[in-house]
């Protein structure tokens, strides 16, 4: 057999064991991935099987959320692989700065590696966005290096200027020297010796690594001590620093001023980094395409975000790129798109349960007690950690907070007891924690830590105004959306933990589009809180709290109407200021203002006549909530079951994919085309 072929199935054997070692860490390690680190790995294989052979480099886009994992999950990947010497991380963030310059980033990566396999990170690459907010071009020519790496993988990148300097001031010494009778052969002064000893500096004095000399070198023309500042700028001519050395040796002092400025000049010049043979990720963050990003409730429901991000798909991103980039920069990033999913309940859950599997391992190796967690550990963590849109970051710190924090207190009772225990057992109780220590099975003592539960505080029924006001809109909403929408709510709460909603209805509506008869009813839905206030509170005693609502029913009503044709004239509307696009303008003479107002009456009264009708139901809801912070879809379903009038819950299609359109669609083939 080809002795290099043998190599090369050698090599590409060893090469695969480590992708599939490699793998399997990584799905364990990053709970819910386990389809984007098979997109990964897919991507990744060839390259890495067979680097030689690229010609331009692999480009690999990972999109997602915060805190889902896209920067660690590269990180992992090229240790698992020892890629680890070889992978250059660059923080994008930081190109907002005016004096930012990207081609002093890639100063990082050495002469030696160009043309090699490497690994490179673009992180936050949705910050180097070339077109703003309204679709004007930024000027970003800091950046313009990027999108040639991207392109052939072959960049110019400045020297490092601080050599520069020093060569240059050993130039124009030695310069001094020679026209002051100092002769120079092989690299040695051979004449004006003493001379050159008392005034080899000269008049400019570098002062650069000034060690002494041995006495057997102190005739060298150019000291030991500046090769290595040479051989920055030299690398290209000279494979090392003895070649280097030795070429010095062998010219005369007039060769030797020249070759020192010859390196002068070439340190002025910009270098070619060739990264044609890099694997490249682009790693970023796109509101535009997660929508539901903004979002940082923490009495979301996680399911719905996961839900949600896996319906985004590859031309959503590009969608969401094009409001960000120029075509011609999005098509370099290739069609290589890997979509992070937000992070599901049951895989936060186990994120938990591994980290706190993790704390207790090292607990055993250290001291040979085993940490035993109750049910109510896990879940104050995940009730007081899991903010939906902000990954898992925040419930690594509540472990740390909940968990890692209480470890010295308990240590110090377990000490100042003189416990002989096997096993430490932590629960919650209301605002403590319980820290039971057992021997052989039997509990020798617990000792209560004080919690300090924030988010589980906020949560807390009032039982005040506040809760009422809140039971009563929250109701008109749920109502509303089951008779008008045929959807049934996951879940509603009269108290949340965040600032931003003093209650929340969890809808899950998968509509794709909107047809001009639904318009009313998802306008009504909106407005359901509204009508719900006045209807048990009276007339006049309505609330402020509607505001966000009224806000979303005419945004959404507006961009309709001058954006989607649902108007009287199919037209897309023009104003000088970008707001006034989704708002009411407050001339009356124009018509789209008046359909707007009209449109916006109608579901109003939609609304309250569903509510007067589901009056009862309305009541019996807002009462349940009004004591209670929530009601699941369960309790709701049943609920509607018991109290609603004219309704009957079997009706809700819960699969809304139906084929109205198409069956209307195949009646009209049959009807006027047979």
């Given at each position: 057999m080809n002795p290099k072929l043998h190599h090369m199935q050698a090599d590409i054997k060893e090469k695969r064991h480590l992708l599939e070692t490699a793998k399997k860490k990584l799905v364990q390690q990053f709970v819910g991935l386990d389809k984007v680190l098979d997109d990964v790995f897919e991507s990744l294989?060839?390259?890495?099987?067979?680097?030689?052979?690229?010609?331009?480099?692999?480009?690999?886009?990972?999109?997602?959320?915060?805190?889902?994992?896209?920067?660690s999950v590269v990180r992992e990947v090229c240790r698992l692989l020892n890629l680890d010497k070889r992978y250059y991380h660059f923080d994008l963030g930081e190109t907002?700065?005016?004096?930012?310059?990207?081609?002093?980033?890639?100063?990082?990566?050495?002469?030696?590696?160009?043309?090699?396999?490497?690994?490179?990170?673009?992180?936050?690459?949705q910050?180097?966005?070339?077109?703003?907010?309204?679709?004007?071009?930024?000027?970003?020519?800091?950046?313009?290096?990027?999108?040639?790496?991207?392109?052939?993988?072959?960049?110019?990148?400045?020297?490092?200027?601080?050599?520069?300097?020093?060569?240059?001031?050993?130039?124009?010494?030695?310069?001094?020297?020679?026209?002051?009778?100092?002769?120079?052969t092989n690299g040695r002064v051979v004449s004006g010796i003493d001379y050159f000893k008392q005034h080899r500096e000269g008049p400019y004095h570098v002062g650069h690594q000034m060690y002494p000399e041995s006495e057997s070198k102190n005739d060298l023309f150019v000291s030991e001590k500046y090769y290595n500042d040479i051989f920055e700028i030299a690398v290209e001519v000279f494979p090392s620093v003895t070649e280097l050395q030795m070429h010095l040796e062998k010219l005369n002092g007039e060769e030797t001023v020249r070759f020192l400025y010859e390196m002068f000049q070439l340190g002025l010049t910009p270098r070619w980094l060739d990264c044609s043979k890099a694997l490249i990720f682009v790693l970023g963050n796109l509101d535009e395409a997660y929508?539901?990003?903004?979002?940082?409730?923490?009495?979301?429901?996680?399911?719905?975000?996961?839900?949600?991000?896996?319906?985004?798909?590859?031309?959503?991103?590009?969608?969401?790129?094009?409001?960000?980039?120029?075509?011609?920069?999005?098509?370099?990033?290739?069609?290589?798109?890997?979509?992070?999913?937000?992070?599901?309940?049951?895989?936060?859950?186990?994120?938990?349960?591994?980290?706190?599997?993790?704390?207790?391992?090292?607990?055993?190796?250290?001291?040979?007690?085993?940490?035993?967690y109750d049910e109510s550990i896990r879940d104050a963590i995940y009730d007081e950690g899991v903010y939906p849109t902000q990954g898992i970051r925040p419930v690594f710190s509540t472990i740390h907070k909940l968990v890692n924090a209480k470890l010295g207190n308990i240590f110090a009772e377990l000490i100042a007891k003189e416990l002989a225990v096997d096993t430490i057992r932590l629960s919650v109780s209301e605002e403590s924690m319980i820290a039971a220590y057992l021997s052989n099975g039997e509990t020798l003592f617990k000792a209560e830590i004080g919690l300090?539960?924030?988010?589980?505080?906020?949560?807390?029924?009032?039982l005040d105004d506040r809760q009422a006001i809140t039971a009563v809109h929250e109701s008109g909403h749920v109502i509303a959306a089951i008779l008008l929408l045929n959807t049934i709510p996951q879940g509603v709460y009269s108290s949340s933990a965040s600032n931003d909603a003093i209650g929340l209805t969890h809808l899950n509506i998968k509509t794709e589009f909107f047809s001009r008869n639904q318009i009313t009813a998802n306008l009504a839905v909106l407005l359901a809180g509204f009508a719900a206030e006045k209807i048990v509170f009276g007339e006049g005693n309505e609330t402020t709290g509607s505001e966000s609502d009224i806000g979303s029913a005419t945004n959404f009503l507006l961009h309709l109407l001058k954006e989607s044709g649902m108007g009287n004239i199919p037209g897309s509307y023009y104003t000088e200021k970008g707001d006034d696009r989704i708002y009411l303008r407050d001339n009356k003479d124009l018509e789209i203002n008046r359909m707007a107002e009209d449109w916006l009456v109608k579901a109003m009264a939609l609304a309250e006549k569903t509510l007067k009708e589901q009056e009862v139901l309305l009541l019996k809801m807002s009462n349940h909530l009004s004591d209670h912070r929530s009601l699941t879809q369960e309790e709701i379903k049943g609920m509607v079951s018991r109290y609603a009038v004219n309704f009957d819950m079997t009706e809700i299609v819960e699969d809304k994919s139906c084929a109205f359109y198409r069956n209307q669609l195949k009646k009209r083939v049959e009807s006027t085309l047979s």
């Open positions: 294989s060839f390259w890495y099987l067979f680097p030689e052979l690229q010609e331009r480099p692999v480009v690999i886009n990972m999109w997602g959320m915060t805190g889902v994992g896209k920067t907002d700065g005016r004096d930012f310059n990207m081609k002093t980033y890639f100063n990082d990566i050495s002469e030696n590696e160009s043309g090699l396999p490497m690994v490179l990170a673009l992180d936050e690459f910050l180097t966005r070339t077109i703003d907010q309204n679709g004007n071009e930024i000027d970003r020519s800091s950046t313009r290096i990027i999108w040639q790496l991207l392109d052939s993988g072959k960049v110019q990148v400045p020297r490092v200027p601080y050599f520069l300097n020093g060569i240059f001031q050993l130039y124009t010494s030695l310069d001094f020297l020679l026209k002051n009778g100092v002769k120079v929508t539901m990003s903004s979002q940082f409730n923490p009495d979301m429901d996680a399911d719905t975000f996961y839900e949600e991000s896996l319906k985004i798909n590859v031309p959503q991103i590009k969608e969401s790129l094009k409001r960000r980039f120029r075509s011609e920069q999005i098509s370099r990033l290739g069609n290589n798109h890997i979509i992070f999913p937000a992070i599901s309940k049951v895989s936060y859950q186990r994120i938990i349960q591994n980290e706190l599997a993790r704390i207790g391992d090292q607990l055993y190796e250290a001291y040979n007690i085993r940490l035993v300090q539960l924030e988010l589980t505080a906020l949560r807390q029924n009032t």
